[in-house]
């Protein structure tokens, strides 16, 4: 696992291992980053439910403004710092996807580029999507990037893209 482009390309990265981690394919990222590409420079970040934070690196490396990592599990977080070693900007929370929200609503923290892949089977994307809509944690123009197998949405929010890559989707919200 590494990232595959931009300022910290070929990076290899660790916590693929740890438990309820599932990292981004490769060909995932490599496709789902041409895509948002013009999104990313100078943009405020959140990569949710972090796990290795490839996601949140990949866009940092790309010339993000800053990244907020956030994961509930501690050997995540300790695998985040070992990630993020040597990169500006980067906010590590260890906290649960609900609590770390309602502190970006108190304190007033909105993004421009949002990342949800949490663990599949906890069906979290929905009612994430749903918060991050109702308290406005979202930029004008930013966008929301969902990957996951199976689970149904119930938002109101503008679907820019969707693209299956085997058991795999991705669907791309606009505000």
Do not use: W
């Not at 789902?32 to 996601?55: E, R, T």
Request: glycine residues 6%.
């Amino acid at each position: 696992m590494r990232i595959i482009s931009g300022k910290y390309k070929g990076r290899k990265l660790i916590g693929d291992n740890i438990d309820g981690t599932r990292p981004t394919m490769d060909r995932v990222k490599e496709s789902l980053f041409g895509i948002i590409q013009n999104n990313i420079k100078d943009s405020v970040c959140l990569d949710l439910f972090a796990g290795s934070g490839s996601l949140g690196i990949e866009a940092l490396s790309m010339g993000a403004q800053i990244c907020y990592f956030i994961d509930k599990n501690i050997k995540v977080i300790d695998a985040l710092k070992v990630n993020t070693k040597d990169i500006d900007n980067v906010v590590l929370i260890h906290n649960n996807y609900i609590d770390a929200l309602n502190y970006f609503k108190e304190e007033k923290i909105k993004f421009d580029i949002i990342f949800l892949d949490p663990p599949y089977k906890d069906n979290l994307i929905n009612p994430s999507l749903k918060y991050i809509k109702e308290n406005n944690l979202l930029n004008k123009d930013g966008i929301i990037i969902c990957e996951y197998e199976t689970e149904k949405f119930d938002i109101d929010l503008e679907i820019i893209k969707e693209k299956k890559y085997g058991s795999k989707n991705i669907r791309i919200y606009k505000n």
